[in-house]
C-alpha cells in the first residue's frame, strides 16, 4: 500500500468551477502536511501547509483530518494557470513523502 | 529566496556509461541534501539524504554502488549514476536544507532528465 494516495485525475474543468483533492496517508506517524504544486517538467513547489483546523490560503482551502488521515484541498474559481499536477505531502522522520499527484486542467 | 541549481538540465546517455548530475546550493549552505527520481506519471520517490562530509543514507531498494552521492561541501552535491540502463531514465530532483530546519523547509533544484539510449 502507497504511504499517500491520491486519484490521479485529471481532473478537466472549465475556467470559474469549484474543484476538490482528496489525499489519503496510511502512517499515523505523520507529522506535517503540505500541498505542493508541479508544473510539467519542473520541480514541485509548495503551495499551502495543511492544519486540523483548516487553512486557507485566497482561492485555496486545505482540510486534515486526523483521525481518518485525510487531507484535502479545494479550489475555487478555477484559472488558467492553475492548470498542475498538485502533490499532498506528507512528512516522517524528517523525511517528506509524496503522494503520486492529481492533474488538474483548467479549460477557458 | 533560497535558490538551488542543477546541472545538467537534461542529458542523454548511451547504455553502459556513467552520468553525473551536480546540485548546488547558491545562496545558503546546505548541510543537508536530498535526492529524488520521478518516473513519469509517478510520485517523486527519495533515494538518498547526505549530510555534508558524511556518507549518504539511501532509501531500501535504491543500491547504493549504482548510484553513487558525493556532498564533499556546505554547497555541492553529486548524483553518478554508473553504468546507466534504459530503467535508469526519469528526472531527477535534488533539494537541498540547512541545519536546523525542518523537512519541509528544502529547497528544490529544477531537476534534471536523464535519457539513457
Known amino acids: 500500500r502507497k504511504e499517500v494516495e491520491q486519484d490521479p485525475g485529471p481532473f478537466n474543468v472549465p475556467e470559474g468551477a469549484t474543484v476538490a483533492f482528496n489525499c489519503t496517508y496510511s502512517?499515523?506517524?505523520?507529522?506535517?502536511f503540505f500541498w505542493y504544486r508541479q508544473d510539467c517538467r519542473k520541480e514541485p513547489k509548495l503551495l499551502m501547509s495543511v492544519y486540523s483546523s483548516g487553512n486557507e490560503d485566497g482561492r485555496f482551502t486545505a482540510q486534515l483530518n486526523r483521525a481518518s488521515q485525510y487531507i484535502s484541498l479545494l479550489i475555487r474559481d478555477s484559472k488558467l494557470s492553475d492548470s498542475a499536477t498538485y502533490l499532498c505531502?506528507?512528512?516522517?522522520?524528517?523525511?517528506?513523502?509524496f503522494g503520486q499527484g492529481t492533474e488538474l486542467s483548467v479549460k477557458p | 529566496g533560497a535558490v538551488v541549481s542543477q546541472h545538467p538540465s537534461w542529458v542523454i546517455c548511451k547504455s553502459g556509461t556513467s552520468v553525473k548530475i551536480e546540485c548546488r546550493s547558491l545562496d545558503f549552505q546546505a548541510t543537508t541534501m536530498f535526492w529524488y527520481r520521478q518516473f513519469p506519471k509517478q510520485s517523486l520517490m527519495l533515494m538518498a539524504t547526505?549530510?555534508?562530509?558524511?556518507?549518504?543514507?539511501?532509501e531500501q531498494g535504491v543500491e547504493k554502488d549504482k548510484f553513487l552521492i558525493n556532498h564533499a561541501s556546505l554547497t555541492l552535491s553529486t548524483l553518478t549514476v554508473t553504468s546507466a540502463h534504459p530503467e535508469d531514465s526519469s528526472f531527477y530532483i535534488c533539494s537541498a536544507k540547512t541545519w536546523g530546519l525542518r523537512a519541509y523547509e528544502q529547497y528544490f533544484g529544477p531537476g534534471t532528465r536523464l535519457t539513457v539510449t
Open positions: 502512517n499515523s506517524a505523520s507529522q506535517s
Open positions: 505531502v506528507v512528512t516522517i522522520g524528517g523525511k517528506l513523502i
Open positions: 547526505s549530510n555534508e562530509g558524511s556518507k549518504a543514507t539511501y
